[in-house]
């Protein structure tokens, strides 16, 4: 038999002869009806961590991560309300069970029955995932919650005290709630989980409100490694800024009264506490992982010994809530039960085709209050001198702190984010005087921890935010890619559109800097961005187009609740001329805040047809300054500027090549991975012109004279342009 049978056997042959594993007393605020109510969500979560197997077995269901011996996380979903948002660890079925009780209307054993089939009547997912979630319990699905989630936790944390300040128009987090987010053991030793508690704790240690309750659950292993004993406790039991809490999770009773007790400091002091629950791991991970092939049978039957039902069932009787013989009863009809949903739930419809799986990649639109923009008064009383210089020609970064300030002052919800992005306005002067136009809050400077920036984004963009975090240099972004990819993209997948991750993250990037940095500041990859569904990639080559562009991705944030990733060529930042020193031939005026580009729309400068350059960021400066003496010769160029990078404009870039005799792209990031791959691949499936491309090596950026050595330049470009000419005839 395997461990899951060896279990419910035990079960019941215990609770018959009255043979229940030692423990405390019951004691504490649970009364008799609110025990046996905790005890009955223990048996469902139990039944159906049972049935999945069976589900599993039979080719019906198809995947199991189970939640037996973490069933005493109910008491703490009855501690909490189910107005806190949590954010919940994998084991966690008996509490989502338990908050369903609180909720009118709720069929937690139908919605967990459906997941575990993988229906698309699945209210969470749609079929996409068996996990734990519910908008109506205010618990968003985790799909993999190692520890990517407490960053996230931190940062709607931080959103509720933020939104007593500035009240977004989408907020839905109550001004008296608390953040709840649960973890494994092993998962406390992630560095991300450990980035997230350091960041609760910096920010409680400057008394900055933050009411969130981590909860870890300790069933003492991670997989098959064992987390040393005592290690919790002695790591977190005296955090500076973390209150400790700790129970054990194997009694209700005790449980429930310890939660209630975390949950009261942390509502009443809008600090963070960090709750430690003891408890067991029974029948192994997942799946068909046997514990005893690397733990001693001994170590798991007394695991098993200690079952958490047991202990339940006996405190019930030591209150006078329920006798044995009724206990016992409730769990084989609670069994019979599932099994007779299971039936039906097996028969719902599933997922079939691509569009069917990708249709929540892209959230659904949401309604928004119109906005008229600043009165005139107000915007000449915030933009000040800078004013006047608006119909001056200006570089790219006055331009792009212009239109931030203009966004701010139309939309109240957008708060920025990043390392000293506040009073220093940034490493290159692009958010200045902007913390004294809007204030700390609105312009927050954070820790130097890229995961905590975007973890803090999340959770804001939860509470109806418009986040706009900066990761101060593209080659930081490697630091916290997983927030990107494995939390904000998948939300709304996962979620059947039901919660999303709206927001714009700006990163200084690309290549070309003269005096600074090297590799680690010059970074000319955008692979990573460019392979995440749903995400929106955007790229300007010029000040003005950058003002216009970025309004595009804050629209797209508030309205359509999308992932931007706004590029900014650093090295364009600073550029004044073009072709020779003093010509101010790549500056610009300050678009008119109305003005915008719209998503997938490029740009085409000329409407010469022997050449067409397709490109984007610095290659559009070098393709410009290539194109004067390519057009000298008489070779007719049109600089076409792809803006979007992803998904690519593919329409619009055929539209714009039309005509054209020849294609040359001109990428800046590198030969393999790079965009221009991307571009190849479109234009012969859509074109059949000449073409050809020129990109960077495969290689890091060095510092020095070399610094754009291995990128494209103006000679080679014009270089590739004549030899395209050439074979191209």
Same mark, same amino acid.
């Given at each position: 038999?395997?461990?899951?049978?060896?279990?419910?056997?035990?079960?019941?042959?215990?609770?018959?002869?009255?043979?229940?594993?030692?423990?405390?007393?019951?004691?504490?605020?649970?009364?008799?009806?609110?025990?046996?109510?905790?005890?009955?969500?223990?048996?469902?979560?139990?039944?159906?961590?049972?049935?999945?197997?069976?589900?599993?077995?039979?080719?019906?269901?198809?995947?199991?991560?189970?939640?037996?011996?973490?069933?005493?996380?109910?008491?703490?979903?009855?501690?909490?309300?189910?107005?806190?948002?949590?954010?919940?660890?994998?084991?966690?079925?008996?509490?989502?069970?338990?908050?369903?009780?609180?909720?009118?209307?709720?069929?937690?054993?139908?919605?967990?029955?459906?997941?575990?089939?993988?229906?698309?009547?699945?209210?969470?997912?749609?079929?996409?995932?068996?996990?734990?979630?519910?908008?109506?319990?205010?618990?968003?699905?985790?799909?993999?919650?190692?520890?990517?989630?407490?960053?996230?936790?931190?940062?709607?944390?931080?959103?509720?005290?933020?939104?007593?300040?500035?009240?977004? $128009?989408?907020? $839905?987090?109550?001004?008296?709630?608390?953040?709840?987010?649960?973890?494994?053991?092993?998962?406390?030793?992630?560095?991300?989980?450990?980035?997230?508690?350091?960041?609760?704790?910096?920010?409680?240690?400057?008394?900055?409100?933050?009411?969130?309750?981590?909860?870890?659950?300790?069933?003492?292993?991670?997989?098959?490694?064992?987390?040393?004993?005592?290690?919790?406790?002695? !790591?977190?039991?005296?955090?500076?800024?973390?209150?400790?809490?700790?129970?054990?999770?194997?009694?209700?009773?005790?449980?429930?009264?310890?939660?209630?007790?975390?949950?009261?400091?942390?509502?009443?002091?809008?600090?963070?506490?960090?709750?430690?629950?003891?408890?067991?791991?029974?029948?192994?991970?997942?799946?068909?992982?046997? %514990?005893?092939?690397?733990?001693?049978?001994?170590?798991?039957?007394?695991?098993?010994?200690?079952? %958490?039902?047991?202990?339940?069932?006996?405190?019930?009787?030591?209150?006078?809530?329920?006798?044995?013989?009724?206990?016992?009863?409730?769990?084989?009809?609670?069994?019979?039960?599932?099994?007779?949903?299971?039936?039906?739930?097996? !028969?719902?419809?599933?997922?079939?085709?691509?569009?069917?799986?990708?249709?929540?990649?892209?959230?659904?639109?949401?309604?928004?209050?119109?906005?008229?923009?600043?009165?005139?008064?107000?915007?000449?009383?915030?933009?000040?001198?800078?004013?006047?210089?608006?119909?001056?020609?200006?570089?790219?970064?006055?331009?792009?702190?212009?239109?931030?300030?203009?966004?701010?002052?139309?939309?109240?919800?957008?708060?920025?984010?990043?390392?000293?992005?506040?009073?220093?306005?940034?490493?290159?002067?692009?958010?200045?005087?902007?913390?004294?136009?809007?204030?700390?809050?609105?312009?927050?400077?954070?820790?130097?921890?890229?995961?905590?920036?975007?973890?803090?984004?999340?959770?804001?963009?939860?509470?109806?935010?418009?986040?706009?975090?900066?990761?101060?240099?593209?080659?930081?972004?490697?630091?916290?890619?997983?927030?990107?990819?494995?939390?904000?993209?998948?939300?709304?997948?996962?979620?059947?559109?039901?919660?999303?991750?709206?927001?714009?993250?700006?990163?200084?990037?690309?290549?070309?800097?003269?005096?600074?940095?090297?590799?680690?500041?010059?970074?000319?990859?955008?692979?990573?961005?460019?392979?995440?569904?749903?995400?929106?990639?955007?790229? %300007?080559?010029?000040?003005?187009?950058?003002?216009?562009?970025?309004?595009?991705?804050?629209?797209?944030?508030?309205?359509?609740?999308?992932?931007?990733?706004?590029?900014?060529?650093?090295?364009?930042?600073?550029?004044?001329?073009?072709?020779?020193?003093?010509?101010?031939?790549?500056?610009?005026?300050?678009?008119? %805040?109305?003005?915008?580009?719209?998503?997938?729309?490029?740009?085409?400068?000329?409407?010469?047809?022997?050449?067409?350059?397709?490109?984007?960021?610095?290659?559009?400066?070098?393709?410009?300054?290539?194109?004067?003496?390519?057009?000298?010769?008489?070779?007719?160029?049109?600089?076409?500027? !792809?803006?979007?990078?992803?998904?690519?404009?593919?329409?619009?870039?055929?539209?714009?090549?039309?005509?054209?005799?020849?294609?040359?792209?001109?990428?800046? !990031?590198?030969?393999?991975?790079?965009?221009?791959?991307?571009?190849?691949?479109?234009?012969?499936?859509?074109?059949?012109?000449?073409?050809?491309?020129?990109?960077?090596?495969?290689?890091?950026?060095?510092?020095?004279?070399?610094?754009?050595?291995?990128?494209?330049?103006?000679?080679?470009?014009?270089?590739?342009?004549?030899?395209?000419?050439?074979?191209?005839?």
């Amino acid at each position: 038999m395997d461990r899951a049978t060896i279990v419910h056997d035990n079960f019941l042959r215990r609770v018959a002869a009255r043979d229940f594993p030692a423990g405390a007393t019951p004691s504490g605020p649970l009364t008799a009806s609110e025990a046996v109510g905790l005890y009955r969500a223990q048996c469902l979560s139990r039944a159906l961590d049972r049935q999945s197997r069976a589900m599993q077995k039979a080719g019906q269901g198809f995947y199991t991560i189970g939640s037996s011996g973490h069933e005493g996380m109910a008491a703490v979903a009855a501690a909490l309300r189910p107005t806190d948002p949590a954010f919940l660890h994998y084991r966690d079925a008996a509490f989502q069970i338990a908050r369903s009780d609180q909720v009118s209307g709720q069929s937690p054993t139908w919605d967990i029955l459906l997941s575990f089939a993988s229906s698309s009547d699945d209210p969470i997912s749609g079929g996409r995932h068996k996990v734990l979630g519910s908008k109506a319990l205010c618990i968003p699905p985790q799909t993999s919650t190692i520890a990517s989630h407490l960053p996230k936790a931190v940062g709607a944390a931080y959103a509720i005290g933020a939104a007593r300040r500035h009240k977004p $128009e989408h907020a $839905e987090m109550p001004d008296d709630a608390i953040v709840y987010c649960s973890f494994g053991d092993a998962s406390a030793n992630h560095s991300t989980a450990q980035g997230a508690f350091n960041t609760a704790q910096w920010t409680s240690y400057q008394s900055v409100p933050l009411p969130l309750l981590f909860c870890c659950e300790d069933n003492g292993i991670g997989i098959s490694t064992k987390t040393p004993q005592g290690w919790i406790a002695a !790591t977190f039991s005296h955090r500076p800024g973390l209150k400790y809490f700790t129970c054990d999770g194997l009694d209700i009773f005790e449980t429930y009264r310890v939660s209630q007790e975390a949950a009261a400091y942390v509502r009443s002091r809008k600090k963070p506490a960090f709750l430690h629950i003891r408890t067991v791991r029974l029948y192994g991970h997942a799946g068909a992982d046997m %514990p005893t092939t690397y733990m001693p049978k001994s170590e798991v039957e007394a695991e098993e010994a200690n079952d %958490p039902l047991l202990h339940s069932v006996r405190l019930m009787e030591k209150s006078g809530a329920m006798q044995p013989d009724d206990a016992l009863k409730v769990y084989t009809d609670t069994c019979d039960r599932v099994a007779r949903v299971a039936d039906k739930a097996i !028969t719902r419809p599933r997922l079939k085709t691509a569009g069917d799986v990708m249709a929540s990649l892209i959230p659904p639109a949401r309604p928004c209050a119109p906005t008229n923009g600043p009165s005139a008064e107000h915007r000449a009383e915030v933009f000040g001198g800078d004013l006047k210089a608006h119909a001056e020609p200006q570089i790219m970064s006055r331009l792009i702190n212009w239109a931030l300030s203009d966004l701010m002052l139309e939309h109240g919800e957008i708060v920025m984010m990043g390392e000293d992005v506040g009073r220093k306005g940034g490493v290159y002067g692009v958010t200045q005087k902007l913390q004294a136009r809007f204030g700390p809050d609105r312009m927050i400077d954070t820790l130097l921890d890229e995961q905590s920036i975007l973890g803090l984004a999340i959770g804001m963009a939860q509470n109806g935010f418009t986040p706009m975090p900066e990761i101060q240099f593209l080659a930081y972004l490697h630091n916290a890619e997983d927030q990107l990819r494995g939390e904000a993209a998948t939300l709304p997948f996962f979620s059947n559109g039901q919660y999303t991750n709206p927001m714009v993250v700006r990163i200084a990037g690309l290549g070309y800097q003269k005096g600074f940095g090297g590799h680690f500041h010059n970074d000319n990859s955008v692979a990573v961005l460019r392979d995440i569904p749903g995400l929106i990639l955007a790229c %300007p080559s010029n000040g003005a187009d950058a003002a216009r562009m970025l309004r595009e991705c804050v629209r797209l944030a508030r309205e359509e609740q999308r992932l931007v990733v706004f590029l900014e060529p650093i090295a364009l930042y600073p550029m004044r001329d073009l072709h020779e020193a003093g010509d101010s031939g790549w500056m610009h005026t300050y678009p008119d %805040p109305s003005e915008r580009i719209g998503f997938g729309e490029v740009g085409v400068d000329g409407d010469g047809d022997d050449l067409a350059i397709v490109t984007f960021g610095n290659g559009v400066y070098l393709s410009h300054q290539a194109r004067k003496p390519l057009e000298a010769d008489g070779i007719k160029t049109r600089i076409i500027d !792809t803006r979007w990078l992803s998904p690519l404009p593919k329409d619009a870039l055929t539209r714009a090549v039309s005509g054209a005799k020849r294609i040359l792209i001109v990428d800046e !990031t590198r030969h393999h991975g790079g965009v221009a791959e991307a571009l190849m691949a479109h234009f012969h499936e859509t074109t059949d012109v000449p073409m050809a491309r020129i990109t960077a090596e495969d290689s890091f950026i060095a510092t020095g004279p070399a610094y754009a050595a291995t990128m494209p330049s103006k000679d080679s470009i014009e270089a590739a342009a004549r030899s395209l000419m050439e074979t191209g005839k």
